[in-house]
């Protein structure tokens, strides 16, 4: 089978997590203990919610206020710090990336919180190098879930695990590319 889409994360992948230091330096302006920034986060469910978007962006803004007991601009400050400004551009794998076009399809598949596509787009431009970018939070629906699928993009797009044609990766399109 010949190879006609190559799917991208942002995560981990077109971006880099940078250590700066953002979960201390949050942690002891809010008075929580080492690793109690992550923990009540992951407690909450506001992750879990927000990927699937079952949240709009103001609602999520305003459960993270609550959760850390923040006023809103402190909230806005630390959404950025917290979620959006510490990551990187891999700029040689982009490069690689937007290089696969026009011979291959390609679109960038993240799990992301409300907020995200204009966050992301504004440090990086991603829209430029691929022609598809769907956010979990816009379509109600987080990878790697082996029944998640992602039908209200304009591509009908649907992963699948362990699908032969995908190894090593284990996820890939599963649908015709013809929309674009």
Not at 108 to 119: D, H, M, T, V, Y
Not at 139 to 168: G, H, M, W, Y
Request: proline share 4%; charged share 25%; hydrophobic share 40%.
């Amino acid at each position: 089978m010949a190879i006609r889409a190559v799917v991208f994360d942002l995560g981990g992948v077109l971006e880099q997590e940078m250590d700066a230091g953002v979960d201390s330096m949050w942690e002891a302006r809010l008075g929580l203990k080492e690793g109690e920034l992550v923990e009540r986060f992951l407690a909450s469910g506001l992750a879990a919610d927000a990927t699937l978007g079952k949240l709009t962006e103001q609602e999520w803004l305003e459960k993270i206020g609550a959760l850390y007991r923040m006023k809103e601009q402190q909230v806005q400050e630390f959404v950025q710090d917290v979620f959006w400004e510490h990551y990187q551009l891999n700029g040689e794998l982009a490069s690689f990336f937007s290089s696969l076009r026009p011979q291959y399809k390609t679109a960038i598949l993240s799990n992301a919180w409300p907020g995200a596509r204009r966050e992301k787009q504004r440090r990086f431009p991603f829209d430029e190098i691929t022609d598809l970018i769907i956010y979990s939070y816009e379509v109600k629906a987080a990878k790697p879930e082996p029944s998640s699928t992602f039908p209200q993009t304009p591509l009908s797009f649907t992963l699948r695990a362990n699908d032969s044609t995908c190894s090593p990766l284990r996820w890939c399109c599963s649908t015709t590319w013809n929309q674009l």
